[in-house]
């Protein structure tokens, strides 16, 4: 499989939960009860998953391998990924204080939290498409066999570092948080 390959799988995983969290945010504001769990839940697969495992990846490994091939970073789509992973910490921080306000039961933090996933949700959906339609086609025409296979051993060797089934583990979190909360 190549690198662009498995990011592009592991982006099919991360909407997965950007549907749950379309859910969940229906049911806040419509004032429904959720289990505080559900929102730390799915913080905690963003900020392990989707930033800890495939935005590092991106970024200590495929925009390296893309600069080197002469793709430059200001100006173009290396920038704006960096910039957009950048908001989306931004964002993901404020969710985890909303998360955590929601299960000490604040009041408005169910529609703070609501407010700050549809942000997340817009930003990533779009992210997701540029990365998918541009960045990694101009990747795949840009990688020579032996960058690829750099990046390939690279993404094996990231995944070992993290503990064994941390991909499996976060690929199920995905789907329970869909299957409950998915729209």
Do not use: W
């Not at 505080?36 to 391998?65: N, V």
Request: negative net charge.
């Amino acid at each position: 499989m190549r690198p662009t390959d498995v990011l592009k799988s592991e982006h099919r995983v991360i909407e997965k939960v950007l549907r749950a969290l379309q859910g969940i945010c229906a049911r806040l504001e419509r004032g429904d009860e959720i289990a505080p769990d559900a929102l730390s839940r799915a913080t905690d697969f963003i900020q392990t998953f989707a930033d800890g495992c495939h935005h590092a990846k991106e970024e200590t490994h495929l925009f390296p391998a893309l600069l080197d091939r002469g793709l430059p970073h200001e100006g173009g789509p290396l920038g704006v990924m960096l910039y957009e992973h950048e908001i989306g910490r931004a964002l993901v921080a404020e969710l985890a204080g909303a998360s955590e306000a929601y299960a000490r039961k604040e009041r408005g933090a169910g529609l703070r939290f609501a407010e700050i996933a549809r942000q997340y949700i817009e930003l990533l959906a779009l992210h997701i498409q540029k990365e998918d339609n541009v960045l990694f086609n101009i990747a795949d025409q840009l990688l020579d066999e032996e960058s690829i296979d750099a990046l390939q051993a690279a993404f094996e060797q990231e995944k070992e570092k993290t503990y064994p089934g941390l991909h499996e583990r976060y690929e199920r979190i995905a789907e329970e948080l869909e299957n409950e909360f998915g729209q």
